[in-house]
């Protein structure tokens, strides 16, 4: 199973619109927060299971503020992370048993394994706050045999 994970689009969204047409084949889309409007087309310009979850510049909307989704034997939890990610992403451990736990917010990427639980901020898609201000996007793989690979990938 391949999923891309977005986050921190702030409504900005020709860089996830070009990665959504040209990167297929992918299963499933998930969003970490701060989409801004676009919550309502994403699944249709995806044409797959897409989730999304309400970011802290999100108003106006009914998005949930966390969600989780069950992968067969996995369990992925997502939440945009303001109030919890700033100074130490591990506190979203506390929130859940899920072995997988996306997150924003920071607009920075970040993968850190802890016990056999993946903690994964994608960055952002179209305000990057890394020192070379490039976006980035993450793509979650599954493989059959249970194994769990993250990749950051940079726009050039």
Avoid at 7 to 17: F, R, T
């Amino acid at each position: 199973m391949r999923i891309l994970i977005f986050s921190d689009s702030h409504g900005k969204n020709d860089n996830m619109e070009h990665i959504l047409n040209t990167k297929r084949p992918y299963d499933m889309v998930l969003h970490a927060g701060d989409i801004e409007g676009f919550e309502y087309d994403l699944s249709g310009v995806s044409g797959v299971e897409t989730h999304i979850v309400r970011g802290n510049c999100d108003f106006f909307c009914d998005l949930p503020v966390e969600k989780t989704v069950l992968l067969g034997d996995n369990t992925i939890y997502m939440r945009h992370g303001d109030g919890y990610v700033n100074s130490n992403p591990e506190s979203l451990l506390e929130l859940t048993d899920a072995n997988i736990i996306i997150f924003g917010h920071t607009h920075v990427p970040y993968y850190k394994e802890v016990n056999g639980r993946h903690l994964f901020n994608p960055g952002s898609i179209s305000k990057p706050r890394t020192a070379d201000r490039i976006p980035s996007y993450g793509v979650l793989e599954i493989e059959t045999n249970g194994k769990i690979n993250f990749q950051h990938i940079f726009l050039k």
